[in-house]
């Protein structure tokens, strides 16, 4: 047999085969090597080089260009030797080589482990791109994709020096990660510039790192030491438009100071934004400044300034030095903040306000809690859970509900709603508050559990009371100006404390709530009538269908006490069941007292107080059961000043016994539903009432 020669390989299919020597196979022609090699480019240099980053449809395209260069010089020949030599003059003056650098030089990103890593390297240039797996280190969540220029302004986040280059960030999917930009999260150094210049980006979705604690100053370095408050300052953490804030877990804490105001995030002007999914805490502990006075204080976590759209959910904020949140109007008191929605936060621990809400229209607040604002030793007035108080400029709130909320062991209200005359209406207009919980707010004479000041169209409903701290005050007053429902609410140990200061022509109704007490102190009422205004009159209150639960112990002076020098002319109490007590209504008002049932009390059922001609009392279809348990002053009514009087269909049970000498004793029923002391008055008693005498030993 004779010796076969091996064929001559040319320099083309030489490098071919040196790159990809498991898939080059001598009997491919040029063509075929050329495709093999773009392929393997593509599927496996690339993607190494990559470390499987994301490769946009521009980096794909670039990634065709030798495949279109090579595809393109075909075209242009026709003579296959032709083609064959030009690609072996390729390899040999390194043409091929110097298309393949560049190509890869502009389609990979190359993948370094931190910012600095990326600054020490040597091998990018103009039109490359760099992956970063983190900004300080590996791990911390920083890492980014940049495009390498030969232009640009370095600010150590949206672009970075790389010796007499730049990297520039591409932003993908619309998203941040504060890490990004340098925010090292640390609890120590100050990440305020670095978290602002991702939130300037405007991106839609700007992301904290989970665990970490970033310290923020709040206020700018430049800005002076204000003489008075500023209420429109734009300081700290500013939130762009359509922006959602998340937080993941972490912690942002304002660094120690001494200024009279500062922000730690600032929603102004802005629309469509959400912050969430975080705790927030102030320098309330640490504070070195000394102006405790209200108006020495604009301390706000999260303050909203004229901001559309907004969304507070999952926070938890604690320890400012004045309010957790604050809605204001930015200087310009003709706008109003609008649509704000804040959702399973938590404000604790503040020193003026749990929430201050100043300025608004269609605010909702659900599922929050609002509690320890202030103490005795560190607060400033008025130390509430809520504070609703547009003050005397032209601020104003409009339709508020409060929903499913706590307000707890606050150094004054747990909601203190206070208007005030603008333009001739009150600037509060439509409270809502339903289904919360009051505990413990010490409530001192200027406040109360919850205190309704000037407003209109107010409603509290299906709320829970209980106070185990002050409960001689007033824990609940109403002092609004028109239209208030107090309904479905469980009160215990509390009174209700009625003002009509700012009332005219106008109604409180007080329907189906359960109040319930064993007090061992006395006061004036459960629900009492307080003083009223020089430009009130004219006013009614309604109520109705109640339960007033006591002990056989009980103090109290009267469930009910209504005077019409407190400019509540008109009375209507029906359908209610009253048990035990002192006296269950005490009333020198035009009455219609109706259907209601009286159980037990130590004196008189109702007592009928200063007598005038105006004023008359319709009593009908009450049911009085074990009056007269205190003979030395006991019974049904007392009519002492001759107030004119209509009864009609009433049943009176009558257990009379006296506590003196266990005696049994009769007593005329007449006498007993009404004692009269003066000679005359005007009653008129219908057959239809029913009168039963029980006589025990």
Not at 617 to 637: D, H, I, P, R, W
Request: proline fraction near 1%; charged fraction near 20%; aromatic fraction near 8%.
């Amino acid at each position: 047999m004779g010796i076969k020669h091996s064929r001559p390989v040319p320099p083309f299919m030489r490098y071919c085969s040196a790159i990809i020597p498991t898939m080059f196979d001598d009997s491919l022609s040029y063509y075929e090597a050329l495709c093999a090699l773009n392929r393997f480019i593509q599927t496996n240099l690339v993607e190494v080089i990559n470390n499987n980053a994301t490769v946009t449809e521009e980096y794909i395209k670039l990634a065709n260009d030798l495949k279109e260069y090579v595809e393109n010089y075909f075209d242009n020949l026709d003579v296959q030797e032709e083609i064959n030599n030009k690609l072996d003059q390729m390899v040999e003056d390194g043409t091929l080589q110097e298309i393949i650098t560049s190509y890869i030089q502009s389609n990979v990103a190359w993948t370094f482990d931190t910012v600095s890593d990326m600054q020490s390297a040597t091998n990018l240039t103009a039109g490359s791109y760099a992956r970063t797996l983190g900004y300080n280190n590996r791990e911390d969540e920083g890492g980014a994709l940049y495009r390498i220029t030969d232009n640009g302004t370095a600010d150590d986040g949206n672009v970075i020096a790389v010796g007499t280059l730049f990297a520039h960030l591409v932003i993908e999917d619309d998203t941040v990660n504060v890490a990004q930009f340098g925010a090292k999260g640390d609890g120590t150094t100050d990440d305020s510039d670095a978290i602002n210049m991702a939130l300037a980006t405007g991106v839609s979705n700007v992301n904290f790192v989970t665990g970490k604690t970033y310290m923020v100053r709040g206020y700018e370095t430049d800005q002076g030491d204000e003489t008075q408050s500023d209420w429109v300052l734009v300081t700290g953490l500013v939130l762009k438009d359509n922006q959602d804030v998340n937080l993941n877990g972490s912690t942002v804490k304002c660094i120690t100071n001494s200024r009279k105001s500062y922000n730690i995030f600032t929603i102004a002007e802005v629309n469509n934004v959400k912050l969430h999914n975080g705790t927030i805490i102030g320098d309330r502990q640490t504070h070195t400044g000394n102006d405790g006075t209200e108006l020495g204080l604009a301390y706000f976590a999260v303050a909203i300034k004229f901001a559309t759209n907004v969304t507070l959910e999952d926070l938890n904020i604690s320890e400012c030095w004045g309010d957790g949140i604050c809605t204001n109007h930015n200087g310009d008191s003709t706008k109003l903040c609008e649509n704000i929605y804040i959702k399973n936060c938590i404000c604790k621990s503040n020193y003026r306000q749990g929430f201050s809400h100043q300025n608004g229209r269609h605010t909702i607040v659900e599922d929050c809690e609002f509690s320890d604002t202030g103490d005795d030793s560190l607060h400033t007035a008025p130390a509430d859970g809520v504070d609703i108080e547009p003050g005397t400029n032209s601020n104003r709130v409009i339709d508020v509900l409060f929903n499913r909320c706590t307000f707890a062991n606050n150094y004054n209200s747990g909601i203190q709603v206070k208007g005030d005359k603008v333009d001739g209406r009150d600037n509060i207009d439509g409270v809502i508050v339903m289904n919360c919980k009051f505990k413990n707010n010490y409530a001192t004479t200027a406040n109360a559990d919850l205190n309704i000041g000037k407003s209109y169209n107010v409603i509290v409903k299906d709320c829970d009371f209980s106070n185990a701290g002050n409960n001689t005050q007033d824990i609940i007053s109403i002092n609004c100006s028109n239209s208030m429902l107090f309904e479905g609410n469980k009160i215990y140990n509390a009174r209700v404390v009625v003002k009509s200061d700012n009332m005219s022509n106008s109604y409180v109704k007080i329907l189906n709530n359960h109040f319930i007490s064993d007090l061992n102190q006395q006061y004036n009422g459960c629900i009492q009538s307080g003083s009223g205004g020089a430009d009130s009159a004219n006013n009614t209150l309604i109520v109705e269908d109640n339960i007033f639960d006591g002990t056989p112990s009980l103090t109290l002076s009267a469930w009910v006490q209504c005077t019409s020098s407190h400019k509540f002319e008109k009375l209507i109490i029906k359908s209610n069941k009253f048990k035990y007590g002192n006296k269950n209504i005490s009333t020198d008002a035009s009455n219609i007292i109706e259907d209601n049932n009286f159980i037990a009390p130590s004196n008189y059922s109702i007592i009928l107080s200063t007598g005038n001609s105006d004023q008359v009392t319709t009593l009908k279809g009450n049911v009085f059961e074990e009056v007269g348990y205190n003979l030395s002053a006991g019974g049904a009514v007392n009519n002492s000043n001759n107030n004119n009087i209509i009864a009609q269909d009433n049943i009176i049970y009558s257990n009379c016994i006296t506590k003196a000498d266990n005696q049994t004793k009769t007593y005329d029923n007449t006498s007993r539903l009404l004692q009269n002391t003066a000679a005359t008055g005007g009653v008129s008693l219908d057959d239809n009432n029913n009168f039963f005498s029980n006589t025990y030993a």
